[in-house]
């Protein structure tokens, strides 16, 4: 009797410790609505308010407990960014690449108006740093949970319909987004989402906002964002390796 009244008192007190533990946790959904865009419906970097790096603008964009990483460059052929950009725009109707800041699925999650923009073309990658967070909130711990994700307008068009540049999807070709975590230099895990799948009969191009699982990646201090497509010439993705993200989730916990 004596052992099994042990017994329940450490069991009591093992949920008393997990209950204590959750208590600890912090949940953030970041939506970009803390943005400001001013009247443009984008921000790219192209307003040079970034930190002039080897010929590159660097901008920390930040939105409650994360920062997003941007740059912005210009050439004789103009101005270009890559990494992230965070917009407003909704044009679900014109293809091609002046287009390049829309939703396809119109808004941002949930009819909300911003979004982040994620773009990285062969080589190049996109970057959310995760520990952001007011300092005097211990933040040992971070546990992404899941994140919105979609198609922007001018890849979904030039999936659906090819363009000087890219071909039009056909049975066997696919689009992925690849989100890696890390913690300083080591990879903590890994998740990967078609955006457009037209393997084994399917002929899916991605249009609404989606709920993707990050619970694979572990405990990362930043989430490293890549493409992968069926479409390439020598190496080089062709598919606009572009993606639209919102409601990143995050736990924050000091166990």
């Avoid at 040079?48 to 964009?61: A, R, W």
């Avoid at 971070?142 to 919105?148: D, G, N």
Wanted: charged share 20%.
């Amino acid at each position: 009797m004596r052992q099994l009244r042990l017994w329940m008192v450490a069991g009591l007190l093992g949920l008393v410790v997990t209950a204590c533990e959750k208590e600890t946790a912090t949940v953030k959904v970041i939506d970009f609505e803390d943005v400001d865009l001013a009247t443009e419906g984008f921000f790219n970097g192209s307003d040079k308010s970034g930190t002039l790096v080897n010929g590159s603008y660097l901008t920390f964009i930040k939105s409650s407990s994360v920062e997003l990483v941007n740059e912005y460059a210009e050439s004789e052929w103009g101005g270009f960014w890559k990494g992230f950009a965070v917009s407003s725009m909704n044009d679900t109707q014109t293809p091609g690449y002046e287009n390049q800041y829309s939703s396809i699925a119109g808004s941002g999650a949930g009819s909300s108006l911003n979004f982040a923009l994620a773009y990285a073309s062969t080589g190049d990658s996109a970057v959310i740093h995760l520990n952001q967070i007011n300092s005097s909130e211990k933040t040992d711990v971070i546990r992404p949970k899941q994140m919105m994700i979609t198609n922007s307008t001018y890849t979904y068009f030039t999936l659906r319909d090819g363009n000087a540049f890219s071909q039009k999807f056909e049975s066997g070709d696919w689009f992925r987004i690849i989100v890696r975590g890390f913690d300083q230099t080591n990879e903590t895990g890994k998740v990967e989402f078609y955006l457009a799948d037209f393997r084994e009969g399917k002929s899916v191009i991605v249009n609404e906002w989606t709920t993707v699982s990050l619970t694979a990646l572990g405990t990362p201090d930043r989430l490293v964002i890549t493409f992968d497509s069926s479409d390439k010439s020598a190496g080089w993705i062709n598919t606009p390796a572009y993606a639209c993200i919102d409601n990143l989730e995050i736990s924050y916990s000091d166990n």
